[in-house]
């Protein structure tokens, strides 16, 4: 890290009933730095007597009706105003999140910074736009069909996003009127907290957004397993995906959503409009954020025809995406997030060698910086479906090549996936490409282009890649249940 530089104040404490907290145990857990492996500060290491606090603070608010008996209109200005304190402290807020995470600094003040404030600021210009219903019945009785916040929403989110992850919670979730308590990941806890402190400056009432920070088992399980949270939304592996919708039927049947990994396939054919552009998307995506996005698109599926071209341009791209300094504003590849990412990364790379993949490049760990956790930009060819390096998310900068013949053959190997969250399909045959789109098993499919992302559309998977949908108004479904309110009507006539 350079000497020069001035890291911002972090406040490692809960953040509870709108005040900084230290855990009830007063146990702590270092924050490591994945740039240089320095201790940033100490987190409080919240657990069970933490969660139910912030649970109860959570549950006050809702039930005298602090936020959620504001005006759609009062809401609407103070989420608009969190979303402007976001984006006037994007400076403090994307360092921090490099410093935590290990993203370029370059990306967390123009993706993240600016994608969160977005989000937030967005569902609060939704709130008096969305209107209830009223159902075609007689004229003997009047059906309202209107929208209720559920109450308290547990949120738990993962590293590799932490402020828009949290965000596309968050913002419906508050949106909506319901109060929220926030455990961000272990790994990148400290965004979420500054976060929970703009909110409160913004306008929102204390106790509506808590945050406790801690790890899974410890704090997240109490907040999954809790009596008295409403709805538990969850972004992270499928592995514990699986355990948070059991910890939601084991005690209140509160209702799980879950959005988790993914092993995205980007099929190529012969045909593809643009060479040029498939490969720059194709190399970009697996790399952006060091590969750690549940939408990389880790499966690379070239037709036979055109592969070799392909790999040639493909492999000119790799020396611009060398890991350096993500404190650099130059940098286009930071750190992973920590040593245990690094080590898993490299392991996935000695199983692609172990199983017969042929490594094109990289595949090594690197020091740009003494003491963070690199990894070479790496991309393996020769790979089957069947290998684990198809088969399993990996999580880092490792691009998986296969190749196939025609489209049933793609289509096939690209839905035999337990995952279904993005794909993509370049060709210039509007045929080909709608009948590939349409038999693609994923919530998302790219035609011609991988990078178009906005908050209006809705963002998650199908199969094991996760339940219900973040993003868009269909996020609001989510967070609020449906009512139906009869009223009887006598004719005055
Ligand atoms: P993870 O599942 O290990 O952890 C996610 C969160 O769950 C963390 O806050 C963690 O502390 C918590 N947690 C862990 N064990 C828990 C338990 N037993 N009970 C309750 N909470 C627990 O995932 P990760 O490594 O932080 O994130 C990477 C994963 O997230 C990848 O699989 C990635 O694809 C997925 N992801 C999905 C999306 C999406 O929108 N589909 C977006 C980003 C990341």
Redesign the pocket.
Known sequence: MTATLTLPTFDGRAFINGQRVAARSGAVFDCISPVDGRVLTQVARGAEADIDAAVQAARTAFEDRRWAGKAPAVRKRILIKFAELVQAHGDELALTETLDMGKPVKYAKGVDVNSTANCIRWYGEAVDKVYDEIAPTPDTALALITREPVGVVGV??????PMI?AA?KIAPALAAGNSVVL?????SPLTALKLAELALEAGIPPGVFNVVP????E???P??LHMDVDCIA????????K??HV?AGQSNLKRAW?????KSPNIVFADCPDLDRAVDAAVGSIFFNQG????APSRLFVEASIKEAFLEKALAMVPNYQPANPLDKNTVMGAL?DTT?LNTVMRYIESGKAEGAQLLAGGEAVHPVAGGCYVQPTIFDGVHNTMTIARE?I?GPVLSVLSFTDAADVVKQANSSIYG?QAAVWTRDINKAHGVARALRAGTVHVNQYDEDDITVP???FKQ??VGR?KSLHAFDKYTETKTTWIRLDSPL
């Open positions: 738990i989110v993962p590293w590799n996003y992850m596309w455990k961000p990941s272990e790994k801690g790890f899974g088992p704090a997240g399980s907040l999954a969850f972004t992270g592996s499928t592995r514990v995906g355990q948070i910890m879950t959005e988790l990994g993914g750690e996005s549940c939408n997030v990412q998310e999580f969250l963002f998650g998977g890649s996760g973040d």
